[in-house]
C-alpha cells in the first residue's frame, strides 16, 4: 500500500510511492568498462513544494557483496504535472547535467524518461543520452537505464531492484501496545 503524507504537495500523489528511502543491487554493463554488480542507496524525499528531492549512490560490489569502490552519486529534482508528464533535473559527480522529460504510465506506478538535454564537462565520460524505467512492483522500486555515447547506440548499461527501507522508528511508533519493556511482548 502506498502511503500519501499529508504535507505532501498535491501535484506530487502520483509520485507518492518513490517516497522513502530504497536500498539494493543491481550490475551494470557498457562497453569500454567492465561489468560489475553494484549496490545502491536512493532516496526521494519532499518539503511540502511541487517537487521530489532524489538522492542516489552506487558502489561497486565484489564477488561476496562487499564494497569496492564508489561508482556514482546523482542528485536531482522531480515533478509531474496535472497531465502525468515528468519531468527531472539531475545533476552527476562524473561532471554531467541532464534535464529529463518522460510520463508515468496511466494506470500503474511507472516512468518512462529520456533526456533531452545533456552538458558535461571536458573532463567527464562520453555521454550523449539516455533512457530510463522505473516501476514499483510489488512493492520494490526496479529500474533500467540505457546510455549512448558518440560511439555507442543507445544500450541498456545499468538495472536495479531496490527494496524500500524501513526506518524503525516510523514501525515502533505503532507498536504502543507493547508492555513497557517491550521483550515481554515476545515471549
Known amino acids: 500500500m502506498i502511503e500519501i503524507p499529508s504535507d505532501l504537495h498535491p501535484d506530487l500523489v502520483p509520485l507518492a510511492f518513490l ?8 550490475v551494470a554493463d557498457f562497453p569500454g568498462r567492465d561489468q560489475c554488480n553494484f549496490g545502491q542507496e536512493v532516496s526521494f524525499s519532499h518539503d511540502g513544494r511541487n517537487f ?20 556514482e552519486t546523482e542528485t536531482g529534482y522531480w515533478r509531474i504535472d496535472g497531465e502525468r508528464k515528468v519531468e527531472v533535473v539531475m545533476i552527476r559527480d562524473q561532471g554531467v547535467a541532464e534535464v529529463w522529460y518522460g510520463e508515468m504510465a496511466e494506470k500503474k506506478p511507472q516512468i518512462d524518461l529520456a533526456t533531452d538535454a545533456v552538458a558535461r564537462l571536458s573532463s567527464s565520460d562520453d555521454y550523449s543520452g539516455g533512457k530510463r524505467l ?4 510489488k512493492g520494490d522500486l526496479m529500474w533500467v537505464g540505457e546510455r549512448a555515447t558518440a560511439t555507442t547506440p543507445l544500450r541498456p548499461y545499468m538495472s536495479a531492484h531496490l527494496k524500500k527501507v524501513v526506518d ?13 519493556d517491550g521483550i515481554a511482548f515476545f515471549k
Open 52 to 71: 521530489l528531492e532524489y538522492v542516489s549512490r552506487s558502489w561497486e560490489l565484489d564477488d561476496k557483496g562487499e564494497k569496492v569502490r564508489p561508482l
Open 168 to 180: 524503525p522508528r516510523e514501525w515502533a511508533k505503532d507498536l504502543k501496545d507493547l508492555p513497557d
Open 134 to 137: 522505473y516501476g514499483y512492483v
Open 19 to 26: 517516497l522513502g528511502n530504497w536500498a539494493g543491487a543491481g
